[in-house]
Structure formats: structure tokens, C-alpha cells
């Protein structure tokens, strides 16, 4: 009785394993199931995202030429300056003993000045007494001469008095030269008069420079000095504060990768939002594409400003904003899901102009249930679908409503299709 049990129980099993088997096989080899949308027609817009800082177009930093203790800071965060308004005070003592110093280097000088011109009157008149002096000697020389021919005096004295003429004639070129050197003396003065005056407006500058003042119109957004401080001018002027000219024109100075900047132009509408105001979106438009590239860690990235009107002050400078760029945009497209262009089904060959730019293929279902390729050209993508120009031979083969295979439902017959993870990227 055992026995027969056994052995029943062993025809059981076995026939339970047979089925399985079965099952197993059929289910293998069964009808494979696929996952399919429908070509849809709609807007599409290609975009570029990236991310960048809130800044104001103008801003200008404010430092100091000369080197002290500050003694008044006049202005603070936020607060509204005036071009030329005094915003800051360095101690100004020393500055002013400089000038006062220079000022009396200054009025040394013209003194000299005028006692050089003295001397030069002086050795003017020296010149007309000599050119009387040897007037008087030639004079003399001449009646002595004729005297002399008439032998009414010695031909000695006629002699004498020559050499008194010679004697005079020296005497007023040395009187003349030292004409010249009292003349040199007071150009040397006028210069020295000169220097000391430009050593005085030097001095009178930098005084004028203990007085910080605002540039231009615009509001405090950075202060870097407080009162009691000292500051130290070098070859780059210390920062002590910074003003935002107009806060309401700003922009957003975004890092574009290097593979999308080539599809930015000049007044392209862009988009951001700042964590600051969720659920907002401000709207700008690309004003400059800079061509300076910056290179972090191999990462090439260029600077695009997208430029806005910040009505009513909302966003403040330094906020990070999340920017997308609006390169492209077609109205009423055909759209293909592109889980469809990246889907792959082995055994269903390619028909022929599926490959290369611009260029792809999407597979239907036909009559008999079976999966078929269908060529297409496509264009724009938003990154979820992409724009269908034209397919197949003759003209568009895909048309609104048309479904097509964007993946298999059951991944026990994947392996009599395909998978959607292989093939080329759409074009974004």
C-alpha cells in the first residue's frame, strides 16, 4: 500500500514538473507585448539650462588713495548715495600740517625769487656805471691821444689812459656776466617756485582724498570699514565700500557649458527662478555671450548675462538663479516621444536614411501586430519629446494620433525585442 503511494505521488511530481516545462516554454515563445504612445502635435521648445549669480549691471568699488585712521563712516548697508556725497572721513591732521608745510616751502621760494631779482637789478645798474666808467676812459684816451701827437704831454700819459680803456672794457664784460648769473639765479628760483607749488597741489590732493566720496548715483550694498579702523593704500587701492548704480536693471551672469553656448545669440527670451521666491518666474532675454572660457577642473564653461527688469527691488545681488535659455521654439509640431527614437528592436532591420544628423527611426505596429521601422528626420526636442519633420519614402509616413513602440510591457519577453536604454541621444 505504501508502495503504491509513493509511486503515485512520484507520477504527480513529475507531472507537475512536465506542465511547468510547458509553461515555461509557451510563455518564452508567446506573442511579445509593447508599450506605445501616440504622435501627439503641439509647441516645442529647445532649451539650455544652467545656473548663475544675481548682480547689478553697473557697480563700482570705492576704495581710498591715501593711507589713515578713519574718522567718520557717514553711509551704511542699503543706504541711497548721491554722486559726490561725502560717505567717509580719514583723519585729515596730517594732511593738513603737509600742506601747511608746503605752503611755507612755497613762499620761501617766492622770496627767493625776489631776491634773485634783486641781485639781477643790482647787477644791471653795476653794468650801466661800468658802461659810463668806460665811456669816460675811451673819452679821456682820445684828448690824451691828441695831446700826445701835439707833444703837449708825454706819449706815457696817452698810454695810461689806453690801458685805463682796456682795463674799463673788462671791468663791463665781468659786470656782465655777472648780469647773466644774477638772471640764471632768478630763473632758478622760478623754477625751485614751481616745484614747491606743485609739491603744495600734491599735498592740497591728498587732503582732498581723506574726504571718501560716492562716484555716482546708486545704493551702499557692501562696507568693509568701520570707524577707528586704518586703512592702507598700496598699488591696489583697499575696497571700503561697494555701490550698485540701479538695482532695478540687473542681470544673471550664467556658466554655459561649452557644448550648448554655441546655440546662444544675442536676445534669446530666457527664464529663472531663485530660491528666494519659489514657484516664481522672472523672465529676461541674453544680452552678451562673453568669450572668455573659464576652466575648473576641466570643465569649460562660458559666461552668458541674462539681463531684466528687477521691478519693485525683489531680488537682491548675490542670489543664485536657476536660468533656462529658449534657443529654439516651433508652434503646433509634430511630436514623437523620444523613449520611441531611443527604442531598439532586434530582428526588425532599419529601413534605409535612419541614420546620421537629424536623422531617426521609430517603430509601429502593423496589421499583423508586428513591430516596423519607419525612417524620420527630426528636430528640436525639449528633452521629454521631439519634433518629427518628415519619414519613410514619399513624403510624412507618421501622422497625428499615429502610435508608435516606446518600450516592451514585460521584461520576461525582453528578450524576444528590444530594450529603450540603447541609441542615440535626440537632438536637444
Known amino acids: 500500500m505504501n508502495k503504491q503511494r509513493i509511486g503515485a505521488a512520484a507520477v504527480l511530481v513529475a507531472l507537475l514538473a512536465v506542465g511547468a516545462w ?16 501616440a504622435i501627439t ?18 557697480q563700482v568699488s570705492v576704495g581710498t588713495q591715501v593711507s589713515g585712521q578713519i574718522r567718520d563712516v557717514l553711509v ?34 617766492r622770496a627767493a625769487v625776489l631776491t634773485a631779482q634783486a641781485n639781477a637789478l643790482a647787477a644791471q645798474t653795476q653794468v650801466s656805471r661800468a ?22 704831454i708825454a706819449a706815457s700819459e696817452a698810454d695810461k689812459a689806453r690801458a685805463l680803456v682796456n682795463t674799463s672794457l673788462e671791468a663791463m664784460k665781468s659786470v656782465q656776466a655777472q648780469v647773466g648769473v644774477a638772471q640764471a639765479q632768478v630763473k632758478t628760483a622760478q623754477a625751485n617756485v614751481a616745484q614747491r607749488e606743485a609739491a603744495l597741489a600734491q599735498a592740497r590732493i591728498d587732503l582732498a582724498r581723506t574726504r571718501i566720496t560716492s562716484p555716482v548715483n546708486g545704493i551702499v550694498i557692501k562696507r568693509t570699514i568701520e570707524r577707528g579702523q586704518t586703512v592702507a593704500s598700496s598699488l591696489q587701492a583697499p575696497e571700503l565700500f561697494v555701490i550698485a548704480q540701479n538695482l532695478s536693471d540687473m542681470q544673471v551672469e550664467a556658466a554655459i557649458d561649452e557644448s550648448d553656448v554655441g546655440r546662444l545669440q544675442t536676445g534669446q527670451k530666457a527664464s529663472f527662478t531663485v530660491d528666494a521666491f519659489p514657484g516664481q518666474t522672472f523672465e529676461g532675454s541674453i544680452r552678451q555671450v562673453r568669450k572668455a572660457a573659464t576652466n575648473v577642473a576641466n570643465v569649460v564653461t562660458y559666461v552668458a548675462i541674462v ?38 528592436i532586434e530582428g526588425v532591420d532599419a529601413p534605409a536614411g535612419a541614420r546620421g544628423q537629424g536623422k531617426g527611426r521609430v517603430y509601429t505596429l502593423g496589421a499583423d501586430g508586428k513591430p516596423q ?28 494620433g ?13 528578450k524576444a525585442g528590444g530594450t529603450g536604454s540603447n541609441g542615440p541621444r535626440p537632438p536637444f
Open 41 to 58: 502635435r503641439g509647441n516645442l521648445q529647445a532649451t539650455v539650462a544652467a545656473s548663475g549669480a544675481v548682480s547689478p549691471v553697473s
Open 373 to 400: 521601422a519607419v525612417a524620420v528626420r527630426i528636430g528640436v526636442s525639449d528633452g521629454s519629446s521631439t519634433e518629427v519633420l518628415e519619414g519613410g519614402e514619399g513624403g510624412l509616413a507618421l501622422a497625428e
Open 22 to 37: 510547458w509553461w515555461t516554454q509557451q510563455s518564452g515563445t508567446g506573442r511579445v507585448e509593447y508599450r506605445t504612445a
Open 131 to 152: 658802461q659810463v666808467d668806460l665811456d669816460e676812459a675811451r673819452r679821456d684816451s682820445d684828448r690824451k691821444q691828441s695831446l700826445a701827437d701835439k707833444q703837449f
Open 307 to 344: 539681463g531684466f527688469k528687477n521691478e519693485g527691488g525683489k531680488l537682491l545681488p548675490g542670489m543664485t538663479a536657476n536660468v533656462r535659455v529658449i534657443t529654439d521654439q516651433r508652434d503646433k509640431a509634430l511630436k514623437v516621444p523620444n523613449a520611441a527614437l531611443r527604442m531598439r
Open 76 to 109: 551704511d548697508f542699503n543706504s541711497e548715495v548721491k554722486a559726490g556725497q561725502l560717505i567717509a572721513q580719514i583723519d585729515p591732521e596730517t594732511f593738513e600740517y603737509r600742506v601747511r608745510s608746503a605752503q611755507a616751502d612755497v613762499d620761501a621760494a
Open 402 to 414: 499615429t502610435e508608435v513602440i516606446t518600450g516592451i510591457k514585460s521584461a520576461a519577453t525582453a
